[in-house]
């Protein structure tokens, strides 16, 4: 996950920049297109934001729980039982 956040990261800020030079020159002479492109930079901020956060979602909507249920099938499976301790009342899992 680390590697697809940073390669989108790195990609997007790379439009950004790229995207921010050609303003420069049109900013004086051309407002218009200025404005426009100003348009597009903040669709690349939020198209990278949404990108980030999707990428990033998936990873946080897994529970501890659900990360160990692989290993608990594998266990239960060789006749080990499992529970769950949390706050000191101990539950089946």
Same mark, same amino acid.
Not at 65 to 82: F, H, I, K, S, W
């Given at each position: 996950?680390?590697?697809?956040?940073?390669?989108? @990261?790195?990609?997007? &800020?790379?439009?950004?920049? &790229?995207? +921010?030079?050609?303003?420069?020159?049109?900013?004086? $002479?051309?407002? =218009?297109?200025?404005?426009? =492109?100003? %348009?597009? @930079? =903040?669709?690349?901020?939020?198209?990278? @934001? +949404?990108?980030?956060?999707?990428?990033? $979602?998936? +990873?946080?909507?897994?529970?501890? %729980?659900?990360?160990?249920?692989?290993?608990?099938?594998? %266990? =239960?499976?060789?006749?080990?039982?499992?529970?769950? $301790?949390? *706050? *000191?009342?101990?539950? +089946?899992?």
């Amino acid at each position: 996950m680390a590697r697809d956040v940073h390669d989108l @990261i790195g990609h997007s &800020l790379t439009a950004v920049g &790229l995207e +921010a030079r050609s303003v420069r020159r049109p900013m004086d $002479s051309a407002p =218009e297109r200025a404005k426009a =492109e100003f %348009v597009d @930079i =903040e669709r690349l901020a939020a198209e990278m @934001i +949404a990108g980030v956060r999707s990428t990033v $979602s998936g +990873a946080r909507a897994t529970t501890l %729980v659900e990360q160990l249920a692989p290993g608990r099938v594998v %266990v =239960e499976d060789d006749g080990v039982g499992l529970g769950a $301790s949390k *706050g *000191g009342s101990d539950s +089946a899992w």
